[in-house]
């Protein structure tokens, strides 16, 4: 089992920056993708961003490209979401989620269904 703890959230105005952290305890990041997703009041779930463990690509969804930027630390079990210049329509709970297997394929690993563990939350507001 992966236990995961996001951070990081809040209330924020337009065109600032905001860094979300998620902690894993347990097994850690040991084994698959680590990725971030996020879901507005009222819509679906909906992917942010992924990374594999070894760090070979990164990923990112086309409403986030350019802004956002997802990394590791690995040794402190730790994944982070970087993200700049924040629009309302950003605003949405922020989860973090660890795979059992290794995507290199974007399109999995973009995929809700591809993740086993997920954690609790965290909430991010953009004020206009």
């Known amino acids: 089992q992966v236990q995961l703890a996001e951070s990081g959230g809040g209330l924020v105005q337009a065109g600032d920056s905001l860094r979300l952290s998620c902690t894993a305890s347990?097994?850690?990041?040991?084994?698959?993708?680590l990725a971030w997703f996020r879901q507005a009041p009222g819509k679906e779930r909906e992917f942010v961003a992924s990374?594999?463990?070894?760090?070979?690509?990164?990923y990112y969804a086309d409403s986030v490209k350019g802004r956002a930027t997802i990394s590791t630390n690995m040794p402190k079990n730790t994944l982070f979401l970087q993200m700049s210049s924040l629009k309302p329509e950003d605003t949405a709970v922020y989860y973090c989620?660890?795979?059992?297997?290794?995507?290199?394929?974007?399109?999995?690993?973009?995929?809700?269904?591809?993740?086993?563990?997920w954690g609790q939350g965290t909430q991010v507001t953009v004020s206009s």
């Open positions: 989620a660890t795979s059992r297997t290794i995507y290199y394929d974007g399109h999995l690993a973009s995929k809700e269904s591809s993740y086993a563990y």
């Open positions: 347990g097994r850690t990041f040991r084994d698959g993708n």
């Open positions: 990374i594999p463990r070894d760090g070979a690509y990164t």
